[in-house]
């Protein structure tokens, strides 16, 4: 790798500082926007968690009904996953961002006005169908800008959207649930999906000016920068050994199966702390919403310091399997734990905040491991289709917790349910996926 990467320098006209450099200038510019995208994006995902604490009440809703509506949402976005992630492939990323941007925002804005739990299990899949595409369409995006030695990193970097959304989300829909109630005649759960749907709708309209498709295509990059990176990805891509390059070889593949099931499991995770956090906290006698939401960031921003931690220290050391196995097996802690000590607020929140430090620590190093064995086409499909499939986890885990608290009154269960799944990850990723 190192004999590769010396003898491409002087070819490209720059040497490796130079390189890192432009790496540096164009994570600066792509990663902070991707970031901001997604946090609006896992605002209108998740903000039925917060919504839920009025919204069951008003609309007579059981858990049961909130539990299916939650994870319905990842039932459209299966479905429709794999098709629009090979659409960014045919149109580019530009168009299929901003689309999903804007629709996912519309859907958002119609969740305010739904009555009965059939409107409220349609607008949970549209919003699925709307959204599906997003997150391995950004995965995709960077691997046309960043090689894979950066990946890890950079993944980590996007991905602390998933835990900044929670330090934003929360404080957000607690404020807006203690000051909307009644204004303009609509309650304040109503006012949480129009506030936070809006600003999605308008951000999609800037992707399509602010989003270049790829270095050769970015005005801020010099000549020279855009040759440079441009001429390593080529190589690494001319070097894919026995990577596989069609969406028909990678599905056939165990590998993509493999990672497909220890994502599921991670998600299971994900799902949880993203829509009972707000339940979670309420049961342990945290009765004020605002109070609630500045609660629920805590989590996050354990997590957010865990997951950029993570990613980084396995870039450096070249080793992804454990930092993604004992980032699990925390998080299975943290679950078991939470579940344990319900009956006492404080430690049940630092079990919780263990637990996501675990969850989101896991997502950066998992995400380097297809691009082990995918390329090409294969990496737009295959990576689709492992997130397709494992997020189908936000569909069961939610609806698994609240079936269990609704038979047995308590959330422990449905904790416990969970916890078992990220052991299962840990077991997966350390017995079954090779060393790379």
Known sequence: MNNSSTATSPSLGTDANELKATYIKIAWRLIPFLVFLFILAWLDRVNVGFAKLHMLQDLQFSEAVYGLGAGIFFIGYFLF?????????????????????????????????????????IMRFLLGVFEAGFFPGVVLYLTYWFPAEYRARVNGLF????????????????????????????????????????????AGL??????????????????????????????????????????KDAYRNYGIWLCAAVYFCIVSGNATIAFWSPSIIKDIGINNDLMIGVLSAIPFIAGTIAMIWNGAHSDKTGERRL?????????????IA???LLHNALFALIALTVASIGILA???????????????????????????????????????????????????????????LEILASILVVLFIKKR
């Open 159 to 202: 991905m602390t959207s998933f835990a900044l959304a929670g330090v934003v989300g929360g404080p957000l829909a607690g404020l807006i649930l203690n000051s909307m109630q009644g204004v303009g005649h609509l309650a304040n759960w109503q006012w949480l999906f129009i506030i936070e749907g809006i600003p999605s709708v308008i």
């Open 362 to 420: 896991a997502f950066p190093v998992f995400w380097s491991i297809p691009s082990a064995f995918l390329a090409g086409t294969a990496a737009a499909g295959g990576i689709a289709l492992i997130n397709s499939i494992g997020n189908l986890a936000g569909f069961v885990a939610p609806y698994m917790i609240g079936s269990l608290k609704t038979s047995t009154g308590s959330l422990s269960s449905g904790l416990y349910f969970v916890a078992a």
């Open 206 to 247: 800037f992707v399509l000016k602010y989003l270049p498709e790829k270095p050769v295509n970015a005005k801020w990059l010099t000549p020279q920068e855009q040759q440079a990176v441009t001429r390593a990805l080529e190589l690494e891509n001319s070097q894919t050994g026995n990577k596989h390059l069609s969406f």
């Open 81 to 121: 996953e794999v098709p629009s992630n090979l659409l960014l492939e045919k149109i580019g990323a530009r168009k299929t961002l901003a689309r999903i941007t804007i629709l996912w925002g519309a859907a958002s804005i119609g969740m305010a006005y739904v009555t009965t739990p059939t409107q409220f299990y």
């Open 323 to 335: 930092h993604c196995a004992v980032a699990t097996l925390i998080a299975c802690v943290g679950l």
């Open 338 to 340: 939470t579940g344990m």
